[in-house]
T-cell receptor
Framework: GQNIDQPTEMTATEGAIVQINCTYQTSGFNGLFWYQQHAGEAPTFLSYNVLDGLEEKGRFSSFLSRSKGYSYLLLKELQMKDSASYLCAVIESNYQLIWGAGTKLIIKP | DAGVIQSPRHEVTEMGQEVTLRCKPI?????LFWYRQTMMRGLELLIY????????DSGMPEDRFSAKMPNASFSTLKIQPSEPRDSAVYFC??????????????FGEGSWLTVV
């Protein structure tokens, strides 16, 4: 069956680094998205991975291992504004998008 | 660029009333999605249109829910009759084509529905 697992909540300190993991079991694979969602707002696109490896975009990086069904989102130099939920989503072979429940990230001063 | 536009942003209605949510996708986008988000169930796909045709409506909860896309620039999600358990945020989203490399999905700001 389809399944995407992410930690429910994480806490980190301003200025530090945090890694949010996502593991998936889906019917085929056509790519993986990470989205950020601030409380009361819509999800916004952060990154897309379809090949193994690390994609870096400023303070945010996303890693994918297709053989392990695993991805992580790495946030560096954390800022208070990074407090949000982070959603992992996988595109299956039929191009359906399966969403994880999201990881609520709390940044403390 | 105008993003995905939804209306109303907030609606409070009484149980049994009809609710109509509206969406204008990004111009040129061929795929449109209706999602529902709650704390308990997270983000759930209700229905997906491609080129105005419903492709997958398996997520529509029951017959009380219906969705239409009469043209490429407009879609509606209707709940009749509404029930308190329908209270949620309803997001409309669009993408250029079916989801693959580079075709990210863009969300509207959501319609916050409360049924009392």
């Amino acid at each position: 069956g389809q399944n995407i697992d992410q930690p429910t909540e994480m806490t980190a300190t301003e200025g530090a680094i945090v890694q949010i993991n996502c593991t998936y079991q889906t019917s085929g694979f056509n790519g993986l998205f990470w989205y950020q969602q601030h409380a009361g707002e819509a999800p916004t696109f952060l990154s897309y991975n379809v090949l193994d490896g690390l994609e870096e975009k400023g303070r945010f990086s996303s890693f994918l291992s297709r053989s392990k069904g695993y991805s992580y989102l790495l946030l560096k130099e954390l800022q208070m504004k990074d407090s949000a939920s982070y959603l992992c989503a996988v595109i299956e072979s039929n191009y359906q998008l399966i969403w994880g429940a999201g990881t609520k990230l709390i940044i403390k001063p | 660029d105008a993003g995905v536009i939804q209306s109303p942003r907030h609606e409070v209605t009484e149980m049994g009333q009809e609710v109509t949510l509206r969406c204008k996708p990004i111009s040129g986008h061929n795929s449109l999605f209706w999602y529902r988000q709650t704390m308990m169930r997270g983000l759930e796909l209700l229905i997906y249109f491609n080129n105005n045709v419903p492709i997958d409506d398996s997520g529509m909860p029951e017959d009380r829910f219906s969705a239409k896309m009469p043209n490429a620039s407009f879609s509606t999600l209707k709940i009749q009759p509404s029930e308190p358990r329908d209270s949620a945020v309803y997001f409309c989203a669009s993408s250029l084509h079916r989801l693959n490399s580079g075709n990210t999905i863009y969300f509207g700001e959501g319609s916050w529905l409360t049924v009392v």
